[in-house]
Nanobody, 124 residues
Framework: QVQLVESGGGLVQAGASLRLSCAAS????????MGWFRQAPGEQREFVAA????????NYADPVKGRFTISRDNGKNTVYLQMNSLKPEETAVYYC?????????????????WGQGTPVTVSS
């Protein structure tokens, strides 16, 4: 079993930055790839970013490329999402996720464990 706990969400103004964190515990050796998805009110959950355990292979959704950066600290079993130049339409609950596979997939069905989510609200 792997437990994922997100933190760092909050209320910010458009153009501001936030850094989300996700701490993994339990059988962390079963997690090779970690990622972030988000779900806006009334919308489906969508991919944001993913990173392989080595930290070299990353994948980003087109809308966040150049503004968001995913990184991880394997010693702390923690993955981060640095979000810059936030937009109101990015208001959502952000979920941390992990998978055994090595591909930094953008498909929700490829991920086996999920955190409870941390809300991010971007005001205009």
């Amino acid at each position: 079993q792997v437990q994922l706990v997100e933190s760092g969400g909050g209320l910010v103004q458009a153009g501001a930055s936030l850094r989300l964190s996700c701490a993994a515990s339990g059988r962390t050796d079963s997690i090779l790839t970690m990622g972030w998805f988000r779900q806006a009110p009334g919308e489906q959950r969508e991919f944001v970013a993913a990173i392989h355990k080595g930290g070299i292979i990353t994948n980003y959704a087109d809308p966040v490329k150049g503004r968001f950066t995913i990184s991880r600290d394997n010693g702390k079993n923690t993955v981060y999402l640095q979000m810059n130049s936030l937009k109101p339409e990015e208001t959502a609950v952000y979920y941390c996720t992990g998978r055994l596979g090595t591909i930094a997939s953008d498909k929700q069905s490829h991920y086996g464990c999920w955190g409870q989510g941390t809300p991010v609200t971007v005001s205009s």
